[in-house]
């Protein structure tokens, strides 16, 4: 009889164990939807809590553009990071750019770019008012209907991240010509070429944030206009006092494929 009530004090000590751990590390998103007076449409947007939350508390938020394929990846990530002490801990907002075969391409960019990431010239049958050149709405419904709801409705302290791959990486670039509210831009592999090259003509013509911006690039060598439009956004931005600057070349990943090593570079950066 001792022995049974031996191994079941022993099985219900495993139990209790594992479900402890698994407290510890399972979490869940929550979907929230906003109207918006900009869009003239009805926007979800996706919220997952760093482990241990409380409105007692404030923290860092990190904007991720394209939250239909990353968001699930860097909440994974910021939560197991952040819960280990490895890093600040962040509310992580994904932003989905529903129907983003047009709407992607619309509201991460700023014009109709004539030309593509391998420098081929294309005209309004490829880019048009349909699917391109309407970010400008998109960054006011950003920062004057999206970000203060989030603000309104979680423990924020102000410090925000935004992450942009590709065209979202094009996105934040363009915001550094801006007065914006992000401390953080994360570029992964940004689409530099658009307009053949029109952000880095931006950013030559004025950074107007006061306050010093933290900025990571990361890029891959192909094609090789691609990479030279990066390269001289980067050449652009050495050496300013409003930017701290970091950049890496991935000489052996691909477009996608440098998302994840850029996030973890990424995260390294925000230890500073």
């Not at 306050?211 to 891959?220: F, N, W």
Request: glycine residues 6%; charged residues 20%; aromatic residues 14%.
């Amino acid at each position: 009889m001792s022995l049974r009530i031996t191994i079941l004090g022993m099985m219900l000590t495993a139990f209790t164990m594992c479900h402890a751990q698994t407290d510890t590390a399972t979490f869940l998103f929550k979907k929230h939807t906003i109207q918006s007076t900009y869009l003239d449409e009805s926007r979800e947007y996706w919220v997952s809590l760093p482990y241990g939350y409380s409105d007692t508390s404030t923290y860092n938020v990190m904007y991720v553009l394209d939250a239909e394929w990353r968001f699930d990846l860097i909440r994974n990530v910021e939560f197991d990071y952040s819960a280990n002490g490895k890093i600040p801990k962040h509310i992580i907002v994904g932003i989905p750019h529903e129907e983003w075969e047009v709407k992607r391409s619309r509201e991460l960019t700023f014009s109709q770019s004539r030309m593509e990431y391998d420098v081929d010239p294309v005209d309004s049958t490829w880019y048009n008012a349909t699917n391109a050149g309407g970010a400008m709405l998109f960054y006011q419904f950003l920062t004057q209907e999206f970000m203060p709801a989030v603000n309104a409705t979680y423990a924020t302290n102000g410090r925000n991240t935004l992450v942009g791959h590709s065209l979202g990486g094009y996105f934040g670039g363009y915001l550094l010509a801006m007065n914006h509210p992000f401390q953080s831009l994360h570029l992964y592999d940004p689409s530099i070429w658009w307009g053949d090259g029109e952000v880095t003509r931006k950013v030559i013509a004025g950074i107007p944030k006061k306050e010093k911006v933290q900025v990571l690039i990361t890029y891959q060598p192909v094609p090789a206009f691609h990479r030279s439009k990066v390269e001289a956004l980067i050449e652009t931005l050495k050496g300013h006092p409003n930017i701290d600057l970091s950049y890496r070349l991935f000489e052996d990943e691909t477009h996608n494929s440098l998302f994840l090593p850029s996030f973890f570079m990424g995260m390294e950066a925000l230890k500073d």
